[in-house]
């Protein structure tokens, strides 16, 4: 039978609006993978179907997007808070997540080029394109922010796809226009301020901080966005230059060298790093945030402390420069994950006898070394654990001692290789006890140094949690007895606390 003759149906279960509706129905509340996987697989099926209007598709894939919008936002929280020891369930998450923001980035994108191109519906969506751009590139900010979760690579077609974007926001004249993107207070903004959340994101090195510290990252990055600067030409607070036309990441411009070609657009941080700056002073004196930034959640004001100093960092005119000269090198380390292995070497070191327990030593390539620790390739097999802010414990190759570092820097290469960046806090440590005020009972901890340093400091290690800026710990080394009052928490992790401590001896 012919199909002008009788009407053709459209072959998708969402087509008919009163049966996409009972289909949202019945998406279960309570296990939000399972919803976004059926959501993710509704938005996937919509890049090929036939017959579908356009003003029907955006409907569709709106309905979809506030379908979602919970589900993904509880993802992202559960993901930020696994614990490293379940892998599958964190494997589950990160692909979940990842998936429906990419998908709905190509719904949205593939909705703009078929109104470009002309196709039945388009004249209805009229309206309703610069949203539908603006949600396309918060979408394709969505797939950034998982990809930075897992430490990258980014794929060349986010970039493309993000160029392509914006430049149908300039051609439609609306790439500055103030849009309610979605409803509630944080759901106005620009085009433009959208790319520039992405950009500005990437350019802040976001993936070098703890996963917590990336989500307040891209917080505050969506606060601000609208002090980030962006023009066709270079200017006074120019940092970066994107080229639209490419599937290419942006360059940060060092001096006055810029690409001599290509469709660029150069932008900044704007007046976003003074609005920092000026916050931070409050934030440190009082624990609290200004009134005049919200950043959507509460965080701890020591967290926020530390990415609004990192955004200061990557936002001020000149790039953080290396403490010291990072060499080539080709050798091996020993490494021990956390801070319960790094004891239980130190105790297999200290027994100087057989221990048959299981060790989870591994063995890294060193890339380069600086004076402040290394650059390494690590096995695949270690990803199941690694994550920025990481404690391990390190033996160079041929030496007896152990000592302790931080991973800093996680990189993932097109080969899924994984690089990272190793800040050393100690080249050799030694197993302690010390016994808190609170408790009276010894427990094990270690010693980063075997003197103090010029501030008559010593660094020490234990286990999550035990650091108290109020209380004084007992330390016995060599059969003398010290007193230890703390100074300051250095850093923590999810199972330690560094911390520096005044020594004193006891009366």
Same mark, same amino acid.
């Given at each position: 039978m012919l199909k002008w003759i009788v009407g053709s149906k459209v072959d998708h279960p969402l087509a008919d609006a009163k049966q996409a509706r009972a289909l949202i129905a019945e998406l279960p509340p309570n296990d939000s993978i399972k919803t976004l996987d059926q959501v993710t697989r509704w938005l996937e099926s919509l890049i090929d179907v036939e017959g579908l209007k356009l003003d029907r598709m955006f409907e569709i894939i709106e309905l979809l997007d506030t379908t979602a919008k919970n589900h993904h936002r509880k993802i992202v929280q559960d993901y930020l808070t696994m614990s490293r020891q379940q892998k599958f369930q964190e494997n589950k998450l990160w692909t979940c997540g990842f998936k429906f923001a990419k998908a709905l980035g190509d719904a949205y994108l593939n909705c703009v080029r078929q109104h470009e191109s002309g196709a039945a519906g388009a004249a209805a969506i009229r309206k309703q394109l610069p949203v539908i751009v603006a949600r396309a590139l918060r979408a394709h900010g969505l797939q950034e922010k998982w990809i930075m979760l897992r430490y990258g690579?980014?794929?060349?077609?986010?970039?493309? @796809?993000?160029?392509?974007?914006?430049?149908y926001a300039e051609k439609g004249g609306y790439a500055t226009t103030e849009l309610a993107i979605y409803p509630g207070l944080h759901g106005s903004g620009t085009v433009q301020q959208e790319l520039l959340r992405i950009m500005m994101l990437w350019a802040s090195s976001a993936n070098g901080l703890a996963l917590v510290k &990336?989500?307040?990252?891209?917080?505050?990055?969506?606060?601000?966005?609208?002090?980030?600067?962006l023009e066709r030409a270079p200017f006074p607070g120019a940092l970066y230059c994107f080229d639209v036309t490419i599937d290419k990441p942006p360059l940060r411009l060092i001096g006055n060298t810029a690409p001599s070609a290509g469709d660029l657009r150069y932008f900044g941080p704007g007046?976003?790093?003074?609005?920092?700056? &000026?916050?931070?002073?409050?934030?440190?004196?009082?624990?609290?945030?200004? @009134?005049?930034?919200?950043?959507?959640?509460?965080?701890?004001?020591?967290?926020?402390?530390?990415?609004?100093?990192?955004?200061?960092?990557?936002?001020?005119e000149k790039p953080p420069a290396r403490s010291s000269e990072r060499r080539t090198a080709s050798e091996r380390i020993?490494?021990?994950?956390?801070?319960? /292995?790094?004891?239980?070497?130190?105790?297999?070191? &200290?027994?100087? /006898?057989?221990?048959?327990?299981?060790?989870?030593?591994?063995?890294?390539?060193?890339e380069n070394v600086s004076d402040t620790g290394y650059g390494a390739l690590i096995p695949t097999t270690t990803a199941d654990w690694m994550r920025v802010g990481e404690l391990i414990g390190v033996q160079v190759e041929g030496s007896p001692l152990w000592g302790a570092a931080v991973i800093r820097r996680v990189t993932r290469d097109e080969h899924r290789q994984y690089h990272v960046g190793i800040e050393v806090i100690s080249r050799a440590v030694h197993l302690?006890?010390?016994?808190?005020?609170?408790?009276?009972?010894?427990?094990?901890?270690?010693?980063?140094?075997? /003197?103090?340093? &010029?501030?008559?400091?010593?660094?020490?290690?234990?286990?999550?949690?035990?650091?108290?800026?109020?209380? @004084?710990?007992?330390?016995?080394?060599?059969?003398k007895p010290f007193v230890l009052v703390p100074s300051r928490l250095v850093d923590d992790g999810d199972d330690f606390d560094w911390s520096l401590y005044k020594v004193t001896r006891p009366s």
């Open positions: 690579p980014f794929e060349p077609r986010l970039w493309s @796809s993000v160029g392509e974007l914006y430049r &990336q989500e307040v990252a891209e917080r505050t990055v969506a606060f601000v966005a609208s002090s980030f600067r007046d976003a790093a003074a609005r920092i700056a &000026q916050a931070l002073p409050v934030l440190e004196k009082t624990g609290a945030l200004a @009134s005049d930034i919200n950043l959507g959640v509460s965080y701890p004001s020591d967290i926020v402390i530390a990415v609004f100093k990192h955004l200061g960092m990557y936002w001020a020993t490494v021990v994950p956390g801070y319960f /292995a790094i004891l239980d070497e130190l105790e297999r070191d &200290q027994s100087d /006898a057989l221990n048959f327990a299981e060790t989870n030593a591994e063995s890294w390539v060193v302690v006890k010390i016994t808190h005020a609170t408790s009276r009972e010894a427990e094990s901890a270690v010693l980063l140094s075997s /003197a103090p340093d &010029q501030n008559g400091e010593i660094g020490i290690i234990m286990r999550a949690g035990r650091f108290d800026a109020a209380g @004084s710990i007992d330390l016995t080394v060599k059969d």
